[in-house]
């Protein structure tokens, strides 16, 4: 077996460990009797237990964030609107998906511990980019009323914190999709460009709007 099948066998029974009795009741004695290995063949390719439920749980997250890019990807000639509405609906989707891995396959994307935390909020950091760049394309196309992307972006996310682990896993699954559906058109109605009355006074505009320089007399 070469070190990189070796490597895929350990995370792939680690991930089969975790997911049916949890990280914090499964050892690394565990994950080596469960692929086949000694507990220092282990050791020799992760440090640690924690290195194992890190690359784990950035796989759990990067599965989530591929899907949400290929979606935007495959909708490139749509509108803005249905862009937007099926990134947002995969990302649902994605981590209601992992969840029917097994009782306990969600721990790789809660906040729980410092690994899963760190991968985390590196996924938020990536996905909020992401989120960003699609704003700006479409405020660019003229879809959307000049704005602050990167702002909106933020906003976009503290919007679906509710539709995000490990809240998004104490609702029924089609109450979480019906509710990402939902809050989807309620945004883009927010986002939605504002045509001829976009002139209002920068006073009267919302923080979110980019501010136009004032003209010299």
């Known amino acids: 077996m070469s070190s990189d099948d070796r490597r895929q066998a350990i995370l792939h029974c680690a991930a089969r460990l975790f997911s049916h009795y949890g990280q914090s009741k499964t050892t690394v004695a ?3 009797r469960e692929a086949q ?6 050791y020799l390719v992760f440090p640690s237990k924690e290195a194992i439920v890190e690359e ?5 997250h990067g599965r989530v964030l591929h899907a949400m890019r290929e979606v935007a990807e495959a909708r490139a000639g749509d509108s803005f609107s249905e862009r937007l509405a099926g990134v947002l609906e995969t990302r649902v ?3 209601l998906k992992l969840a029917e891995e097994g009782q306990h396959a969600c721990e790789l994307v809660h906040c729980k511990n410092g690994p899963v935390k760190s991968v985390h909020a590196k996924f938020r950091e990536d996905e909020r980019m992401f989120l960003q760049q699609l704003l700006e394309q479409a405020a660019k196309s003229g879809e959307l009323a000049s704005l602050d992307a990167k ?4 906003l976009v996310q503290r919007a679906y914190a509710t539709l995000s682990p490990p809240w998004l896993y104490e609702q029924p699954g089609e109450d979480a999709k019906r509710a990402a559906y939902e809050m989807c058109r309620l945004l883009l109605l927010g986002l939605a460009s504002r045509g001829p009355r976009a002139s209002e006074s920068d006073a009267d ?10 003209r010299s007399r």
Do not use: Q, W
């Open 30 to 32: 565990d994950i080596a």
């Open 37 to 42: 290995v000694g507990i220092g063949t282990v």
């Open 56 to 60: 784990l749980s950035s796989t759990a």
């Open 93 to 95: 989707a994605m981590f």
């Open 151 to 154: 702002r909106a972006s933020v």
């Open 205 to 214: 505009r919302p923080a979110l709007t980019k501010k136009k320089p004032a």
